[in-house]
């Protein structure tokens, strides 16, 4: 399956709505909206996964990348997110470095 990412910004809000899966040969999709996000002046990330069927390890690294780019000041948001990808962020402790709504 394929990946789309869809970013918006509004009033220093980011939303990345994200639609596929995340596996090897298409995190560099998700990275490189990230890093486009990171050129902006934000002050909350929101990840939209309502149409996310599946993330695997490739995906976490991005989720790294992307907490250790932004720092402490930008709030990471994560909606919508399947139960399974729910409880891989939480057995890899990053429940703890972003908001899971």
């Keep these: 399956m394929n990946l789309t990412t869809e970013l918006k910004i509004i009033d220093q809000v980011a939303t990345i709505t994200l639609t596929g899966e995340i596996v090897t040969n298409t995190a560099a999709i998700f990275q490189e909206t990230i890093e486009q996000t990171t050129k902006q002046a934000i002050r909350k990330l929101i990840l939209d996964m ?6 695997s390890s490739a995906g ?14 930008v709030d990471i948001d994560i909606t919508g997110a399947s139960e399974t990808i729910v409880s891989t962020l939480k057995t890899v402790g990053f429940h703890h470095s972003v908001n899971i709504i």
Excluded: I, P
Excluded at 50 to 55: C, E, H, R
């Design 60 to 73: 976490l690294r991005v989720l790294v990348f992307a907490k250790q780019k932004m720092g402490s000041q």
């Design 50 to 55: 309502g149409n996310l069927s599946y993330m």
